[in-house]
């Protein structure tokens, strides 16, 4: 892998989003050649809809379950999240960051006000997902600390 030295590269970045695209030759390259971690791939395969390839990372070469389960949430993957959560213990705070953080609402709030998901963790996924609306909702009403937004703001979650 050539890379322009005077650019910023970050390679398990980018293999997530090689796995987030359904590229999982590539992402594999990058994981077996060039170092990429497995538990950023897995995020990025969830996030994009490729469970049977985030499960494979899981389960033959260790990647984290709540990273899995967070990117699934992101994705918009809720039964996916859900079974990581409940058959595997994936954290229930993460996955409502990853809801939050791709604009699911619903599932977010659901993980809040059902599980206990920590408002500070949702209000910084939407912060970092653009969702200013939803991130000041939890401010506001349910007293979300402004740190934690201004964190996910500046691309902290």
Known sequence: LQVNSELEFDIHKYSHGAASGGNRSYAEEL???????????????????????????????????TLIAQGAAGGGHKAYAEELRTQHGADVNWI?????????????EELRTQ??????????????GGHRDYAEQLRTQHGAHVDMIAEGAAGGA
Do not use: M, P, S
Not at 37 to 64: K, P
Not at 96 to 108: E, I, P, T
């Open 96 to 108: 409502a960051l990853g809801a939050a953080r791709g604009g699911h609402r619903a599932y977010a």
């Open 31 to 65: 994981r077996t050649q060039h170092g990429a971690d497995v538990d950023w791939i897995a995020f990025g395969a969830a996030e994009g809809g490729h469970g049977a390839y985030a499960e494979e990372l899981r389960t033959q070469h260790g990647a984290c379950v």
């Open 115 to 128: 599980h206990g998901a920590d408002v500070d963790g949702i209000a910084r996924g939407a912060a970092f």
